[in-house]
T-cell receptor, first 112, second 114 residues
Framework: NAGVTQTPKFRILKIGQSMTLQCAQDMNHNYMYWYRQDPGMGLKLIYYSVGAGITDKGEVPNGYNVSRSTTEDFPLRLELAAPSQTSVYFC???????????FGPGTRLTVL | GEDVEQSLFLSVREGDSSVINCTYTDSSSTYLYWYKQEPGAGLQLLTYIFSNMDMKQDQRLTVLLNKKDKHLSLRIADTQTGDSAIYFCAERDGHYNAGNMLTFGGGTRLMVKP
């Protein structure tokens, strides 16, 4: 199993640009999550999904959108990039709600 | 909201024991977790403890939970240079409508000197 994969690894955006961070898992997990990690801080939950077609906001959803059309994929969309969205983004998945989450390697995003 | 606090930094010598501490505020936590993050990588689950337990041992790792003081610790015996990483404490909110969320601490950077 590849586990949780994320693309791209790195990206630089200009203010106002948009992009989609890709996340996929091959463990048939129902639960998927997007987090951001700012320097020296813990992870903050952006959005999560409990299954295909169902998503919900986490702690810091503003400026982001998600969709979950399949069990495997959970893309995160930034519509109008802002410098405050400079961060490392992690996708995770789990079989049970919030329990024993598996993390991807992360996407480092810089908005200039 | 709920809060999880950790000290920022810990330095130990190879072969010594490391103890990483964490405090939390949520009295309804169901599970508490320790994750390890190596440079440039995602988080890896090390171990977890259910809130009705006070100790869990897994090879070199010992987790102690003091629910009264809301204090969690991770002890790594015979610490090796490969244990150098950032360690995150996290708690799973026990409230029904927040059961899908983990609250993470800021992480403790463990440096192991040869």
């Amino acid at each position: 199993n590849a586990g949780v994969t994320q693309t791209p690894k790195f990206r630089i955006l200009k203010i106002g640009q948009s992009m989609t961070l890709q996340c996929a898992q091959d463990m048939n997990h129902n639960y998927m999550y997007w987090y951001r990690q700012d320097p020296g801080m813990g992870l903050k939950l952006i959005y999560y999904s409990v299954g295909a077609g169902i998503t919900d906001k986490g702690e810091v959803p503003n400026g982001y959108n998600v969709s979950r059309s399949t069990t495997e994929d959970f893309p995160l969309r930034l519509e109008l990039a802002a410098p405050s969205q400079t961060s490392v983004y992690f996708c995770a998945s789990s079989k049970l709600a919030a329990h024993q989450q598996f993390f991807g390697p992360g996407t480092r995003l810089t908005v200039l | 909201g709920e809060d999880v606090e950790q000290s920022l930094f810990l330095s130990v010598r190879e072969g010594d024991s490391s103890v990483i501490n964490c405090t939390y505020t949520d009295s309804s936590s169901t599970y508490l977790y320790w994750y390890k993050q190596e440079p440039g990588a995602g988080l890896q689950l090390l171990t977890y403890i259910f809130s009705n337990m006070d100790m869990k041992q897994d090879q070199r790792l010992t987790v102690l939970l003091n629910k009264k003081d809301k204090h969690l610790s991770l002890r790594i015996a015979d610490t090796q240079t490969g244990d150098s990483a950032i360690y995150f404490c996290a708690e799973r909110d026990g409230h029904y409508n927040a059961g899908n969320m983990l609250t993470f601490g800021g992480g403790t950077r463990l440096m192991v000197k040869p």
